[in-house]
């Protein structure tokens, strides 16, 4: 088994259904971006990466709306950024267990 020492931001994701909600939420503890800017984020061709296109959060954002639901970030308050991913829960919900769409 190899092993790799990784020392960079962490990642976070935690999902569960509220009582009308499949919520998502996505943490990492990076540098985070300046408050100012945050209104921007999901704004296409809007990118703070050197050679970014600016897509990939403005086409998360609508695919999110697309089905119903909202996006939102915030900061954290010791570092990083939290994305909240609201979906529509309907009544006839199917688990996911092991990989398998029961």
Do not use: C
């Not at 897509?55 to 915030?74: A, D, E, F, K």
């Amino acid at each position: 088994m190899n092993s790799y020492d990784y020392r960079g931001p962490s990642l976070r994701l935690l999902a569960y259904r509220a009582s009308d909600a499949l919520v998502i939420l996505v943490s990492d503890s990076g540098p985070g971006i300046d408050s100012g800017l945050l209104d921007k984020i999901f704004d296409p061709f809007f990118s703070l990466k050197p050679g970014g296109t600016g897509l990939g959060l403005s086409i998360s954002y609508q695919l999110v709306r697309h089905h119903g639901g909202t996006i939102v970030v915030r900061k954290n308050l010791d570092a990083g950024l939290t994305f909240e991913i609201r979906l529509p829960a309907s009544g006839n919900s199917r688990e996911i267990r092991g990989g398998i769409l029961r």
